[in-house]
């Protein structure tokens, strides 16, 4: 692993936005760090309602927020909001470390124009999905999330016309059911370059990007790096983890 990194990494909380003039919690993107032994991140609490939302949404306690940020928190500039037991639990079985020196997060959307997510990552009937579902229409353009070198670009069964780009920091990026792709294997390219285009190739009900990103061989929730797009609703932004 690139210099020394021994930690697995920290999860970056998404950005989310306000979504309209009545649905308007919102949250600051913040590495998850460690502060007075607790794990959590910093954020502004803009009102107690989006504040509310926040910690219901991640499982800490208003207990926990006074113990660390004192009584009036409320009218402080940023507090540190610990994250519960769950959470916790739930990063370190996917890979994640709580100390660490932190990974490439300057990820942009394979696709930028979208409307929905068909599939999110997590839970889906009875098997783990391990990416995100974008639908588009066939030959759409996809685009490197990152910078990186691609390792697969090939035919993969259920993944059909698939590529892979490693990034720095053991970041894997996966592309999968294009209907043709655009570059090969020992290929370095750059963020936002074409790499493929949208298709419906293996095991698929229909034209999408069947979008996944790595640690190593560790399935991350790729809603956690990417920059925040209307398409994408807000509960599956923040949502509690069990």
Not at 70 to 98: N, V
Request: with cysteine.
């Amino acid at each position: 692993m690139k210099r020394g990194i021994l930690s697995i990494l920290l999860l970056i909380i998404s950005v989310t936005t306000v979504i309209s003039a009545q649905d308007n919690f919102s949250i600051e993107s913040r590495r998850i760090g460690e502060y007075k032994g607790f794990t959590g991140f910093w954020t502004e609490p803009a009102d107690a309602e989006n504040l509310e939302y926040i910690i219901k949404t991640y499982g800490s306690s208003e207990k926990k927020i006074i113990l660390i940020n004192g009584s009036d928190y409320m009218s402080q500039e940023r507090i540190f909001l610990p994250l519960s037991d769950s959470y916790l639990a739930y990063m370190k079985t996917k890979g994640t470390a709580q100390t660490g020196s932190g990974i490439c997060s300057d990820f942009d959307w394979p696709i930028m124009s979208f409307d929905r997510l068909t599939s999110t990552f997590g839970k889906r009937w009875n098997t783990f999905h391990e990416g995100i579902d974008i639908p588009a229409g066939k030959g759409t353009p996809i685009a490197a999330a990152g910078s990186g070198r691609v390792i697969v670009a090939r035919f993969m069964d259920n993944y059909g016309l698939t590529v892979w780009l490693e990034h720095r920091d053991n970041i894997i990026t996966r592309y999968c059911h294009a209907s043709e792709i655009l570059v090969k294997e020992g290929d370095i390219v750059t963020k936002g370059q074409v790499i493929a285009n949208v298709g419906s190739t293996g095991n698929s009900t229909g034209n999408h990007l069947h979008f996944e990103l790595r640690y190593g061989d560790f399935p991350m929730n790729p809603l956690d790096f990417l920059p925040y797009n209307p398409g994408v609703n807000k509960n599956q932004y923040l949502r509690k983890i069990d």
